[in-house]
């Protein structure tokens, strides 16, 4: 049964063109992925979908069966429900339902009345059949499974990631027929990546998902919508199928192109030389020819980042000691009892999201007082810092204006070179920043770091929003750097080829692996 059909989606902004006359379908068992560079499209269409974004052109029809479920990052909730109050609305209409059960139950039992019996069983069927006496159990499974703690407190005292673990929580509670979820795995650590990997391959249902984790996507994907090119072309394949099928296309593809735009030269250079001579009719057949033909539109030439960090010099042979830290606010998160980050040693720090790894990073920045012992930093240290969270002073400001005005001894011109180096291209670094997509203000954020010489880079969560190509230019430069590096990161497949020492935040402890 098709839940979605896409019929001839058009959709262009002030740059460029997203989509043009794209089609496709999602039937009710299709496990969908979206993928694209940054900047393609992927949260556009995912707002077109639900009726957030209009289409230049086109048509979105859902099945009026469907029900769709939206992981909304910046959903109004009630900050004073605890965990379990907010993951229990999931079941609302369940509990309605036994609410008018208990009543019929309490009328029969005053007046005898058989049909309330008989239709106080039917809504205790019905809510056996749809699982109602298993709430607690599947609400506490999807808890553990994300790596949600104490469902007992508020979600006022949630950190932003774990807020957004606990919407996701609840929206695989409620079940919908088709889930739509972007970058789901951006607060999930690797084990709990893994249970959502296993939930979502045992999920009946179908589900539309943007990632930019490759190996989460292999492991999920039934079908993939590719963005590219001004279109959404629809592969019937997993993840790695589909990534060969693609580059076949593209070469016969560019294939085409090449041999179509040899016959217009040798055509036109015909036509020139012959247009006045005895050949004037064939000439003329040919320029006919010409303008009648469907000519192929130009390949698009990808602008790849390549991040490369300015190192300063350093004599000492250790960038940072930490002697029994304890971090956090009211409460201690982290305790690091000894720690020693050598001269071009480069250290990787995982852990489940709000467990204290950007607190620590925090407060061995002075952004944070720590709640005891100290970290000192080498002299000659120079810190290259890049923040999980994407902030600027001004966001009408262009990635232009923005390092412009930072780095004011460098004309517009040689900015707009630094950016593109970073894989931003002209267009994209005219545009307010408040236009750009993540992955785009992220590039903006490395590139500014990329202009800036240092010799310990302290990176938290760097990958997020970043497409694949752009994730492994970004680990090349980190490989390349030959300064000290310390890295919060829960994407395996990014870190391990950078880290020299890989450590894990669990239960306030600090352990090697």
Known sequence: MELLQVKDLTYAVPDKQLYENSSFTLRSNEHMGIVGKNGAGKSTLLKMLLGDVLPDEGVITWNPAATLGYLDQYIDMDQSLTINEFLTLAYQELFNTEKEMLKLYEKYGESGDDQLLTRAATYQEQLEIKGFYQVENDINKAITGL?????????????????????????????????ILDEPTNYLDQE???????????????????????NFLSNIATCICDIDFGSIKKYHSNYTDFLKQKAHLSEAYQSQFDAQQRKIKETEAFIQKNIAGIKTKMAQGRRKHLEKMDRLKEPEKKIKSNFSFKLMPQSSPNVMTIDELTVGYKESLITVRDLQIKKGEKIVITGA??????????TLLSAIPAISGKAQFSPQVVIGYHSQEIEWENTEWTPIEALANKYTKLTYE??????????????????????????????VKLCDLTMQPSNFLILDEPTNHLDVDSRKALQDALKAFRGSVL???NDEEFYLPVADHVYTVADKHFIRQ
């Open 353 to 362: 999201d709000g467990i204290g790894k950007s607190t620590l990073v925090k």
């Open 147 to 179: 790596g949600i703690n104490d469902a007992d407190q508020t979600l006022s005292s949630l950190s932003r990631g774990d807020q957004i673990k606990v919407i996701l929580a609840k929206l695989l509670l409620e079940k919908p027929s088709v889930l």
């Open 487 to 489: 890295l919060i990161s």
């Open 192 to 214: 709990h990546i893994e249970w959502l990997t296993d939930y979502l391959n045992a999920f009946e249902n179908a589900f539309i998902i943007v990632s930019h984790d490759t």
């Open 414 to 443: 040689d900015v707009r070179r630094e950016l593109a180096k970073c894989g931003l291209k002209r267009e994209i670094a005219s545009k307010n920043l408040y236009m750009l997509s993540g992955g785009e203000q992220s590039k």
